[in-house]
């Protein structure tokens, strides 16, 4: 099974349409796939629920498709570098549902081991519990989190081989790992592709059995998402 494409848009063709939920992985603007983001919103799909630890900014990442209109829905825990985003939002354009960063990992994690459902301690007592199950065990307050399933999981890795085992890099670790897991259909983006045999098992972060297609983008932007610099 040849599971390279050779570009993003080809990549997406025929798995991607209006209506679906997309996992994209990511923290910050670290470790996105933003050939595949670019290719998404090229594809004009629309009425999309994106689960995503964050979304992007105003220009560059997920911000581009809150620009075009083609989300609806916003699955994240942290949206504070994006106006668009919050204009959306503010003005009942764009629904959100906010999740605590370790709960949003772990229903990734779950949904892509099959698991439905878990109990947490964080939320209780909050407006995060509400409209949720709350159950105790051993004498604490636990709130039940349904797990996460995209129709498409988007990734970013550094390296894959051929088969699909993927090797990540550093922050861009964080999230994906768990976005390739959740997808019923995950396509990786990756800087370097190699064969198979070439990478360490010992060295692999995701196995194959996650990845149904991978492209090449061996020169991306990585852009800063805070610039910091001295005065002097």
């Known amino acids: 099974m040849n599971k390279v494409y050779p570009d993003a848009a080809s990549a ?9 939920t997309i996992a994209v992985g990511g923290f910050g603007l670290c470790g996105i796939p933003e050939a595949l ?4 919103r090229n594809a004009a799909v629309k009425q999309l629920t994106v689960i995503s630890n964050n979304a992007g900014v105003d220009d560059f990442g997920l911000g581009q498709l809150l620009t075009t209109r083609q989300i609806k829905k916003m699955i994240s825990s942290y949206v504070g570098e994006n106006k668009e985003f919050a204009r959306q939002y503010l003005a009942g354009e764009l629904e959100l549902e906010f999740t ?6 772990e229903k990734l994690r779950a949904g892509g081991s099959g698991i439905p459902a878990f109990y947490t301690k964080t939320g209780v007592g909050t407006i995060v519990a509400e409209g949720k199950e709350v159950r105790e ?96």
Do not use: C, W
């Open 37 to 40: 983001i670019l290719a998404l």
């Open 100 to 105: 605590p960063q370790g709960t949003l990992a």
């Open 12 to 20: 997406l063709a025929g798995i991607v349409s209006d209506g679906q």
């Open 137 to 232: 065990f051993d004498g604490e307050q636990y709130v039940m989190e349904r797990s996460l399933v995209a129709d498409v999981s988007l990734v970013k890795a550094y390296m894959a081989d051929r088969a699909g085992n993927l090797v990540y890099r550093k922050t861009a670790r964080n999230f994906n790992p768990n976005v390739a897991m959740a997808g019923k259909i995950t396509v990786v983006e990756v800087e370097k592709l190699v064969e198979v045999g070439e990478i360490d098992p010992d060295q692999v972060h995701t196995p194959s059995i996650f990845v149904h297609r991978i492209v090449v983008n061996a020169a991306p932007e990585k852009r800063i998402e805070q610039r910091t610099v001295r005065t002097k």
